[in-house]
Protein backbone atom coordinates (compact mmCIF):
# COMPACT_ATOMS: atom_id res chain seq x y z
CA UNK A 1 0.00 0.00 0.00
CA UNK A 2 1.07 3.66 -0.62
CA UNK A 3 0.90 4.41 2.82
CA UNK A 4 3.17 1.82 4.09
CA UNK A 5 0.10 0.11 6.19
CA UNK A 6 -1.22 -3.56 5.94
CA UNK A 7 -4.82 -3.64 4.60
CA UNK A 8 -6.67 -6.50 4.95
CA UNK A 9 -9.52 -7.35 2.34
CA UNK A 10 -12.15 -9.19 3.24
CA UNK A 11 -12.83 -11.86 0.42
CA UNK A 12 -16.41 -13.04 -0.64
CA UNK A 13 -17.45 -16.76 -1.40
CA UNK A 14 -17.86 -14.83 -4.85
CA UNK A 15 -14.06 -13.56 -4.65
CA UNK A 16 -12.46 -16.89 -3.32
CA UNK A 17 -14.61 -19.07 -6.17
CA UNK A 18 -13.02 -16.98 -8.22
CA UNK A 19 -9.66 -17.25 -7.54
CA UNK A 20 -9.88 -20.82 -7.07
CA UNK A 21 -11.43 -21.24 -10.30
CA UNK A 22 -7.83 -19.94 -11.83
CA UNK A 23 -6.45 -23.13 -11.23
CA UNK A 24 -3.01 -21.84 -10.59
CA UNK A 25 -0.03 -22.01 -7.99
CA UNK A 26 -0.72 -20.31 -4.89
CA UNK A 27 1.27 -16.95 -5.15
CA UNK A 28 1.63 -13.69 -3.02
CA UNK A 29 0.18 -11.83 -5.11
CA UNK A 30 -3.04 -11.77 -7.21
CA UNK A 31 -1.58 -9.95 -10.18
CA UNK A 32 1.86 -10.78 -9.88
CA UNK A 33 5.08 -9.73 -12.19
CA UNK A 34 6.96 -12.52 -14.30
CA UNK A 35 9.54 -12.12 -11.26
CA UNK A 36 7.99 -14.21 -8.85
CA UNK A 37 6.89 -12.59 -5.70
CA UNK A 38 6.84 -8.70 -7.16
CA UNK A 39 3.54 -7.02 -7.54
CA UNK A 40 2.33 -6.14 -11.27
CA UNK A 41 3.45 -2.69 -12.24
CA UNK A 42 0.37 -0.03 -11.75
CA UNK A 43 0.50 1.02 -15.47
CA UNK A 44 -0.68 -3.09 -16.36
CA UNK A 45 -4.58 -1.83 -16.15
CA UNK A 46 -3.89 0.95 -18.42
CA UNK A 47 -1.81 -1.02 -20.48
CA UNK A 48 -4.61 -3.96 -20.84
CA UNK A 49 -7.07 -1.35 -21.20
CA UNK A 50 -5.54 0.05 -24.07
CA UNK A 51 -4.74 -3.36 -25.76
CA UNK A 52 -8.44 -3.99 -25.71
CA UNK A 53 -9.37 -1.31 -27.54
CA UNK A 54 -11.19 0.78 -24.13
CA UNK A 55 -8.16 3.56 -23.48
CA UNK A 56 -11.32 5.41 -22.95
CA UNK A 57 -11.51 4.27 -19.71
CA UNK A 58 -9.59 3.93 -16.32
CA UNK A 59 -8.96 1.19 -13.96
CA UNK A 60 -9.19 4.04 -11.25
CA UNK A 61 -13.02 4.56 -12.71
CA UNK A 62 -13.72 1.11 -11.15
CA UNK A 63 -12.54 1.82 -7.89
CA UNK A 64 -15.00 5.35 -8.60
CA UNK A 65 -18.19 2.84 -9.61
CA UNK A 66 -17.65 0.92 -6.51
CA UNK A 67 -17.51 4.29 -4.22
CA UNK A 68 -20.57 5.52 -6.13
CA UNK A 69 -22.63 2.24 -5.71
CA UNK A 70 -21.53 2.59 -1.98
CA UNK A 71 -23.57 5.95 -1.54
CA UNK A 72 -26.26 5.66 -4.14
CA UNK A 73 -27.51 1.95 -3.32
CA UNK A 74 -25.89 0.74 0.64
CA UNK A 75 -27.04 2.68 3.59
CA UNK A 76 -23.20 1.98 5.31
CA UNK A 77 -21.80 4.79 6.63
CA UNK A 78 -19.10 6.96 4.43
CA UNK A 79 -16.07 5.80 6.70
CA UNK A 80 -16.53 2.01 5.55
CA UNK A 81 -16.74 2.79 2.03
CA UNK A 82 -13.48 4.78 2.20
CA UNK A 83 -11.94 2.23 4.25
CA UNK A 84 -12.63 -0.75 1.99
CA UNK A 85 -11.03 1.63 -0.78
CA UNK A 86 -8.08 2.27 1.93
CA UNK A 87 -8.11 6.22 1.37
CA UNK A 88 -6.69 8.51 4.00
CA UNK A 89 -8.09 9.75 6.38
CA UNK A 90 -7.24 13.76 5.74
CA UNK A 91 -8.41 15.00 9.51
CA UNK A 92 -5.36 14.42 11.70
CA UNK A 93 -7.81 14.35 14.93
CA UNK A 94 -9.78 11.81 13.15
CA UNK A 95 -6.77 9.67 12.11
CA UNK A 96 -5.54 10.16 15.56
CA UNK A 97 -8.43 8.48 16.86
CA UNK A 98 -9.31 5.61 14.41
CA UNK A 99 -7.91 2.74 15.64
CA UNK A 100 -9.87 0.18 13.96
CA UNK A 101 -10.26 -1.03 10.15
CA UNK A 102 -13.79 -1.77 10.15
CA UNK A 103 -13.51 -4.92 9.06
CA UNK A 104 -16.47 -6.63 10.12
CA UNK A 105 -18.61 -3.95 8.58
CA UNK A 106 -16.52 -4.03 5.30
CA UNK A 107 -17.04 -7.58 4.75
CA UNK A 108 -20.81 -6.92 4.75
CA UNK A 109 -20.15 -4.15 2.26
CA UNK A 110 -18.17 -6.70 0.13
CA UNK A 111 -20.61 -9.40 0.80
CA UNK A 112 -23.62 -6.70 -0.88
CA UNK A 113 -21.08 -5.74 -3.55
CA UNK A 114 -20.15 -9.47 -5.02
CA UNK A 115 -24.04 -9.39 -4.87
CA UNK A 116 -24.50 -6.68 -6.57
CA UNK A 117 -21.99 -7.66 -9.58
CA UNK A 118 -23.81 -11.55 -9.60
CA UNK A 119 -27.23 -10.32 -11.06
Keep these: M???????????????AL?????????????EHHK???PVSNMIGLMQMRRMGLSHFTVHGFRSSFRDWCAECTHFPR??????????????????YRRGDLFSKRKE????????LDR
Design 79 to 96: EVAEMALAHAIENRVEAA
Design 2 to 16: KAGVAHRVPLTPQAV
Design 19 to 31: LTSLQRPRRAFVF
Design 109 to 116: LMQQWSDY
Design 36 to 38: RGQ
